[in-house]
């Protein structure tokens, strides 16, 4: 489906919807019946504070509704299962960070029985036998409005409150007949939201997809303009350079900024998780960087970003492909490179959509340093 961008007629039928919530309740009565409501005290308003209780800090916090975007291949679910099972076994260390464990429910109808193959063998790779965790960690494999599954949830908060709440995918999940339709996205969403107010207030992590072809600068759900007003943060998930994948955050985030999480992928198999032969499969697992394997992935891609600005120099007016082609770098990742390279004013785009250097990046390249920092000033 393409997405259909935001028009007149939508800005139109907001005001209408929005004139309407001002003059209704939740439930309908006419707000202009009641005496109107009263300003607060800047004293009454700071005691209303409350604390963040993270539940993996500082990402997600507790009560808070957030989309964690990502292309296909980009091991949304990869982390999902991980902070699944971190939360409901205890394992901080799977995260590298403080964690508020708990129960969990982890809710999918796109593809239980992936679901199932991913978590068995990352169990087994773990050695976490599943029968000692009870029901710490629940499944939802069906299909089920947001009304239905609060109601599910319910049944099951009385053995005990959950810490989070995970819907893999918006898209598989989502009951209406257009996405991108922003009352419809609303609906959906303000549904999901009562389940962040269960007991123990779980935060709920909704995986979405990006629109079609989106760079890495871009990776928003796709859907209704709706979506990034409802949520509290949209995490992201990018598969870097190598086998190197980044958590973080793109377009908003209510509370603490963070820096982006670490990731290595690699591949596993599981003597359960076999086909009729008993060939094993190989599936995708993830396991948090260690601080000496961030900074060798920080020093490798200087290297590499090295290389692109010499090719430059060495033969100006290459477009974005060829670079890629002769480097062997993902277009994401040239792309985001070249970008930095032209916000330095290392490069310069020609008439022609190639790129030459500029006497600044000759002087970088000059210089004894030889190496640059990809997150900030040269090193």
Known sequence: MVEKPFGPEDAARFKIEYEQSRRQNDNGTDRSAQPPRQLKTVAQFFNEYVPMNYIIEPIIDAGGLYT?????????????ILASIALACERS???????????VAFLTCENPRNLRMRMMASFGELGIDPELIGDALLIQDWFGKPDEMLA??????K????????????????????????AQVMEFLRGVRPMSELKGSPAVVIAAHPVKNASEDNLVPYGGGAILNEVDGNLTMSLETGSRVMLHWQGKIRGVEFDPLSFELREITSALVRDTK???FKLPFLECSDQQKAADNVRAEGSRRIQVLTEIAKNPNQTHRQLCEKLSVVKGTMSKWLKDFEARKWVTKTAREGYRITPKGKAELDSDRRDIDPKGAPM
């Open 278 to 280: 008993g060939n094993p």
């Open 159 to 182: 053995d005990g409150p959950f810490k989070l709440i995970v819907i893999d995918t918006l898209a598989s999940f989502f009951p209406g007949d257009n996405s991108n339709d922003n």
């Open 93 to 103: 260390d799977l995260l590298r960070n403080t964690i508020e464990p708990g129960r």
């Open 152 to 157: 599910s949830l319910k049944l099951h908060e």
């Open 68 to 80: 964690l975007t990502g292309k296909t291949g980009a091991c949304k679910t990869a982390f999902l």
